[in-house]
């Protein structure tokens, strides 16, 4: 199974290092020196990571055969490609590749259906659930453990336990306000 780990960035000084925007949690290893990777466009590749450093918080890498600045411009955005044991699991056991979570039905802990993953959209503050409905509407559900309950993935769900107007229109709205609206 094919995973994008990596998107490139800018070029980075004159020697062909590039910036890369990270999209895996195990950066580590798939994104180490010797690596071989496929791209998208495939035409920029396979690319073979040579060296890589952090610098003022970003991760530089320099590719085999990109000796200068004109070369690593060259491979903006192109996405980083890593074949990926289907069966391989994370070292964490609280955490999931993207394609183990794609389609697991959500249920509440009650049981009701609400509907099945069909993305998983990656913020900076947190992960989302994109869920499709039966209705074909959707709803976005945080990838957090005070919402999303158990994973279990030999049933293939996501069992939720939503706050209030997560799911349904029943929100329910606090206020600071003295209720009986007289402001005193």
């Known amino acids: ?23 895996t949690d195990e950066p580590e290893l798939r994104l180490a020196p010797g ?15 040579e060296t890589g450093r952090v610098h003022s918080g970003r991760l530089l890498l320099r590719f085999a055969g990109i ?7 060259a491979l903006r955005n192109t996405l980083l490609i890593a074949e990926v044991d289907p069966e391989e699991l994370p070292e ?35 992960d989302l659930f994109i869920v499709e409905r039966a209705d074909g509407s959707e709803v976005m559900i945080p ?9 279990d993935l030999k049933e293939q769900r996501a069992v939720i336990a939503p706050p209030p107007g997560l799911i349904d229109d029943r929100a329910e709205i606090a206020s600071a306000r003295d209720s009986s609206g007289d402001g005193a």
């Open 1 to 23: 199974m094919q995973l994008v780990v990596a998107r490139i960035g800018r070029a980075h000084g004159i020697k062909g290092e590039v910036t890369v925007e990270v999209r």
């Open 35 to 49: 690596a071989v990777l496929s791209t998208d466009p495939a035409t920029a590749g396979p690319l073979t990571i």
């Open 67 to 73: 000796t200068d600045r004109t070369a690593a411009e």
């Open 92 to 126: 964490d056991e609280d955490e999931y590749y993207d394609h183990q979570l794609i389609d697991l039905d959500v249920v509440t802990e009650d049981g009701m259906e609400v509907g099945r993953i069909t993305e998983i959209s990656h913020l900076p503050s947190q």
């Open 143 to 151: 990838f957090v453990e005070e919402i999303v309950t158990e994973i």
